[in-house]
């Protein structure tokens, strides 16, 4: 663990090139570190600049389409000549207010058309940023990183129904020691969950499943009459697996998956040792698009529902307090397919009342529902769900590190 540990934090130093002119022979660029997973934070400095100089540093890679995207801020030099975006707000860019990683995650298409709110990046598995820095449309320095989506020592397996019963990717590192393992449900979109975040837990030493329950051939086609028992199995298969510790088995998921991690780790607390739900709901809400079947079944029969009628009732609310083991639950206070913020409040509230003190609530006033979607430090489309791609950023960033600080502790 101690090696993932060393490799996620990219302990290697920074590759830096400065191009020397007769007018600024001592303008640096250093960009540390140099090799690191794509969660992990990035210092850059610019240094060498007569005081008060505007200075822009541009931030370029590739997706894994092969799409060029590009990151731009401009800054005046401070007293001692030198460019912090982690210290100094930007005099122009494509983001504003003091950030570290603002080249980052506003990085917007080459040439792009359309509103900005809109663009969301997908990752390649290893990709180059190539960083300058310069003046009045002069490159007087570039440095070049690696950024990767997973350490080569992570494996994805594929699941099959015929095979193993589920459908979904299974994605671990080698460990000598026994790690929690990771269930991890998407939401109203179904498929398959995203690869990236699989493959990025395993490489902080999470073995994960990234499961499929709706919307692939051999599953419900939509979010509708879904049996719990299905997670069941996916949670014994994953205890079974080498290096899994069956007994700290996590139930993750976004949106409709935070509502059904919450709900299927009260159902089956024998088996689920700890649940996070990013932009959860407190209740059971009926299927979906179909919103007059249920979304979830138990032993054949439907599992109680909201019906819009009037106010929840007790049988519709997720019993969050059965959970056996700590919970960690995400809101955005702008969010706009459904008031995440006050469902983890009301989460919190009643884990509370149950004398439960083993919780995480974090809101996020300003951001909105995709802060569940995408991962730190990347650009992610807010996709008409409320806030906005800074908002969202600040609440990703913010959040991820808790979350890994979580799971650390189980």
Known sequence: MQALRALACGVFAAVALAVPTAATPAVRLVVTPADSLIDAPVSIQATGFPPGKRVTITAQTVDVFGKAWLGRATFRADAAGRVDPGHERPLAGTYSGRDAMGLFWSMLPVGHHGRTDQFGMPPAPVATVRLTVGKAGHTLARAAIVRRASLSEVTVRDLTLEREGLIGHFCWAPSLALRPGIVRIGGSEGGVPGATTCSLLASHGYPTLALAYFGVPGLPQDLVNVPLEYFQRGLEWLGRQPGVDPSKLVMMGVSRGGEGALLIASVYPELV????????????????????????????????????????????????ERIAGPVFVVGAGLDQLWRSAEYVLQIAGRLRAHGRTDFAALTYKSAGHSIGIGLPYLRTATLSLGGSPAADAKARDDSWPKLLAFLERL
């Open 273 to 320: 040792h700890a649940s996070v739900g990013y932009v959860p709901n407190a209740y059971v809400w009926p299927g979906y698009p179909d919103t007059t079947e249920p979304a979830w079944t138990l032993n054949g029969q439907p599992v109680p529902h909201v019906d819009f009628d009037g106010p929840p009732k007790e049988a519709e609310t997720i019993k969050v």
